[in-house]
């Protein structure tokens, strides 16, 4: 049976010993992260504290030798580690950063024990589909020497090496194969879930999966190996497979040393997430009645400097403009800082909005409020909200989460 991952949430100090210490956190573990810390100072996951790490506000999870650690989103004290595990799940799949549409909601409840192993289960699952469905060929450049003359001699070359053997040829062509870019990233991510997962059951599939792979030169993959796929029509079934396969391989760090606190993290920004999510469920949900755009921009200062709101909405009939930013954090007295203030008293006038909203999480049965800005636009008032959304209904990630902001702008 797996071993279940430690469970945190953003922001928690755990330490082995101390003034932080908890009982699941090794002398072991805090070592493996310093050892991390120090070859990665600029991480944004974390940080070190006597005995032990503060996580920031990223969250996911990070998997140290055998350890899987989860670091969970949470707002104020209502649920518990499962909740908000599921919680995370669920926005992950919203924002199509967990592509689980090949596996069921019973599936990856029953064998995914922790959001490391989802990924490694749906990455398997996308490479098995491929694999049924037949692994694209394409042409790949090859330069060596050949029996018989086939594609174009390259005379320098062919003079050295062949001033002996007249037989052969040293020649530049193409071959028609399975060894190309595609497969040999897939294979790494591969290789990579077989060092590093703990479940059995996922090393005997990736046994069978290598098995059945094509024979393929290794690679030590980098941000600019994706950089050179090329949009085509026959990388579409390919595209799911890679976006894992690049989570996976671009956030490794092998233990070059001593070969056995190999580190993989898979980790979001809970602000992006939660901006995102929002967007999200908003366009999916009201897009008949409003017109919703992400990161829409304007110029603001001189030839290039510009603001973005995270979502502008508009009323298709009304053509009434609203402006919402989202901050994912507990607001304390239900006072914004003078900067969120100024920046939604800027989109007001650049979208003539009078109305804008400062959407929060709701974390302690907070109450909405609304205040004019002092100084009118076009001789009317106008106006931001501070409102607080409820995360949670009932145990589970809300729902009607969307309806709610809407009720929010009317």
């Given at each position: ?309 995270d979502v502008v909405i508009t009323h298709k009939e009304s053509k009434k403009v ?89």
């Amino acid at each position: 049976m797996l071993k279940p991952p430690l469970q945190f949430f953003e922001y928690d100090k755990v330490a082995w010993k101390g003034k932080w210490e908890r009982d699941v956190f090794s002398e072991k573990l805090y070592l493996a992260f310093e050892k991390y810390y120090t070859a990665n100072p600029e991480t944004p996951f974390f940080e070190l504290i006597p005995y032990g790490v503060r996580f920031k506000q990223y969250v996911g999870a990070i998997q140290i030798g055998k350890t899987t650690i989860e670091i969970l989103p949470k707002v104020g004290k209502e649920g518990n580690e499962k909740v908000w595990q599921n919680v995370l799940l669920e926005m992950l799949k919203v924002c199509n950063l967990l592509q689980a549409k090949q596996t069921s909601e019973a599936n990856l409840k029953l064998k995914s024990n922790s959001v490391l192993e989802l990924y490694y289960e749906l990455y398997l699952n996308e490479v098995e589909l491929l694999i049924r469905n037949g692994l694209i060929k394409k042409y790949q450049p090859q330069t060596g020497q050949m029996k018989a003359l086939k594609g174009a001699l390259q005379f320098a070359q062919n003079i050295s090496k062949n001033n002996i053997h007249k037989e052969r040829f040293f020649t530049k062509h193409t071959i028609y194969t399975k060894d190309h870019l595609l497969h040999q990233i897939l294979f790494e991510a591969l290789k990579v879930i077989e060092q590093i997962s703990n479940s059995a059951l996922l090393k005997d599939r990736i046994e069978r999966l290598k098995f059945l792979f094509p024979e393929v030169k290794n690679i030590n993959v980098e941000l600019v190996h994706f950089t050179k796929i090329e949009s085509s029509r026959k990388h579409i079934p390919y595209l799911k497979a890679l976006t894992i396969a690049k989570l996976i391989l671009l956030n490794y760090k092998p233990d070059i040393k001593g070969g056995r606190e190999n580190l993989l993290a898979i980790m979001f920004d809970m602000n992006i997430l939660w901006e995102e999510y929002i967007f999200r469920i908003l366009k999916k949900n009201h897009s008949q009645e409003f017109q919703i755009l992400s990161q829409n921009k304007k110029l603001f200062w001189g030839v290039n400097q510009k603001v973005k709101p995270d979502v502008v909405i508009t009323h298709k009939e009304s053509k009434k403009v609203y402006v919402l930013d989202t901050k994912w954090k507990v607001l304390k007295n239900r006072r914004p800082s003078d900067e969120d203030l100024k920046q939604m008293y800027v989109y007001n006038h650049h979208w003539e909005s009078q109305n804008s909203i400062l959407l929060y999480p709701n974390g302690s049965n907070q109450e909405n409020k609304t205040g004019n800005f002092a100084l009118p636009m076009s001789a009317r008032n106008h106006q931001c909200q501070i409102a607080f959304a409820n995360v949670l209904k009932e145990g589970k990630l809300n729902k009607g989460l969307s309806a709610e902001i809407i009720s929010y702008l009317m």
